[in-house]
């Protein structure tokens, strides 16, 4: 019965996080502490990368609007290419360092959104 709990809990949680980050708009980015603190979850930035790595094959929370707190994608290999090339058709840019320059992209929710 615990895990049942256990497990009811954090679908909630992910579906809390999912909410905020169905939000950021295109062009936008957000950092996983900033869905954190969105969400309620201040301190839990690493518990917003597992609700987005959670997330089934083909669904429309869009993911790809994540990053660290360095503008930085934080997936390997292919799965960073693919968040970035995502980002790119939708007008974020990256320097040479491969980071976004949050001061132009980072999302600035209203707090009448919450």
Do not use: C
Request: charged share 30%.
């Amino acid at each position: 019965m615990k895990h049942v709990e256990k497990t009811e809990k954090a679908e909630g949680t992910h579906a809390r996080i999912h909410r905020v980050v169905s939000r950021i708009p295109k062009g936008r980015v957000a950092t996983y502490g900033q869905i954190a603190r969105l969400a309620g979850l201040r301190g839990q930035a690493q518990l917003v990368g597992y609700a987005m790595h959670a997330l089934p094959a083909g669904t429309r929370v869009p993911w790809q609007r994540v990053v660290n707190a360095r503008g930085e994608i934080s997936l390997p290999g292919s799965s960073a290419t693919r968040q970035r090339e995502r980002l790119e058709r939708e007008g974020v840019r990256f320097d040479a360092r491969g980071r976004i320059d949050l001061d132009r992209f980072l999302w600035q929710p209203r707090t009448s959104q919450r």
